[in-house]
């Protein structure tokens, strides 16, 4: 099978409550990339029991992800929309990619030791080894580029290194397959632009906006009415001073900084544009627009989920649908997989 030229993926996991910061960081550009791209985008269940085994409502997570997809602009025609757990494949490159990473790679992962924490011997394996089911599900499609935000660049390095060193092992055993000069997988390139691709709390503009968050107030969901909108970006934590006229007079400011983020990128304009507007106002003036702007981007998307999440045997026939045209890719790249290591059938 050729190697593809300009084929995305990129997963998200169905732990609930998708909000702005996902949608700007991540799902809004998943939409951008289907004109330039072939695009894979994965509800990535597998990877949602990693840290927590029993999930009570793992079914309806994966479809409110899969119908945020499609509710936001994706494709599930041209493009592949997919659930993680329909194709075995992921967990099977995952399992040889344990055999090819190395124990020193995995230790080095913040996000590894910043969701352990102190009680890291109790960590799952699965948590420990999760980048190497990402890198898995990557290279099953043999993707060329994965967006990706600040969090995740970590994880894309070690996707990297896995590809180098499969690549360098099995030289002599992947020639024969001619994907190119890099060897059998590609050395995936990241996608990192746009404004705001990294959301901050509504509570406190230094920690990242979170489905994890106990304080719903903190973060804008995607289910959110319009209603909730307002009320959330009305108490919005902020301080007393007026906007000024450039961003570097916002850098001490986050909860300033963080709104007019947000403004620019809802409004698709360059941040400095949002402050030469804004500039000299106070924040009672500032946040009724950015809810009213808030609240214009959003409801559509907000009233196509509900509509697709009220007939669940559409969602299900959507992630069946693509799951089947990705195994189609997953078992080629396995069939080759399996040949280059040797194995028997």
């Known amino acids: 099978m050729a190697q593809p030229q300009n084929r995305v993926f990129s997963g998200v996991q169905p732990t609930g409550n998708l909000h702005l910061g996902n949608y700007l960081g991540a799902i809004r550009k998943f939409v951008a990339l289907q004109e330039s791209h072939e695009c894979i ?3 990535v269940d597998l990877h949602a029991v990693t840290a927590q085994l029993v999930q009570e409502n ?14 936001s602009g994706i494709d599930p025609q041209k ?11 992921h967990a099977e490159l ?35 080894s999760y980048p190497n089911l990402m890198a898995a599900d990557i290279l099953l499609y043999r993707a060329t580029h ?9 994880h894309l390095e070690l996707t990297r290194e896995i590809a180098g060193k499969f690549n360098h092992d099995f030289g002599v055993q992947i020639k024969q397959y001619g994907h190119g000069e890099e060897g059998y997988f590609p050395i995936t390139e990241p996608i990192i632009e746009g ?49 000024p006229e450039t961003m570097e ?60 999440m009220d007939d669940t045997a559409h969602i299900d026939s959507i992630l069946a649908d693509g799951s089947d045209r990705a195994r189609i890719i997953a078992q080629e790249t396995m069939r080759e997989v399996r040949e280059i290591f040797g194995f028997l059938g």
């Open 249 to 308: 007079e916002l850098t001490e400011r986050p909860e300033a900084r963080n709104l007019i983020g947000i403004y620019a990128a809802l409004a698709e304009q360059p941040p400095q544009s949002v402050l030469s507007e804004f500039a000299g106002q106070q924040f009672g003036t500032f946040k009724p627009a950015l809810a009213e702007l808030a609240v214009e981007k959003l409801a559509p998307i907000n009233a196509e989920m509900r509509k697709l």
């Open 41 to 43: 985008y994965c509800v």
């Open 58 to 71: 793992l079914k309806n997570q994966t479809r409110e992800i899969a119908a945020a997809f499609i509710a």
């Open 195 to 243: 404004p705001a691709t990294r959301v901050m709390s509504l509570r406190n503009g230094s920690g990242k906006m979170s489905k994890s968050e106990p304080s719903d107030m903190s973060r804008i969901n995607l289910t959110d009415s319009a209603d909730d909108i307002a009320k959330k970006i009305r108490k919005a934590k902020t301080d007393p001073a007026p906007l």
């Open 94 to 128: 995952a399992w040889l990619f344990n055999c090819v990473a190395r124990m020193g790679w995995l230790q080095r992962m913040t996000q590894f030791k910043d969701k352990a924490g102190k009680n890291a011997q109790n960590a799952s394996v699965g948590l420990f």
């Open 79 to 89: 493009h592949i929309v997919f659930n993680q757990s329909q194709v075995k494949e």
């Open 146 to 154: 994965v967006p990706v935000g600040d969090d995740q660049k970590q």
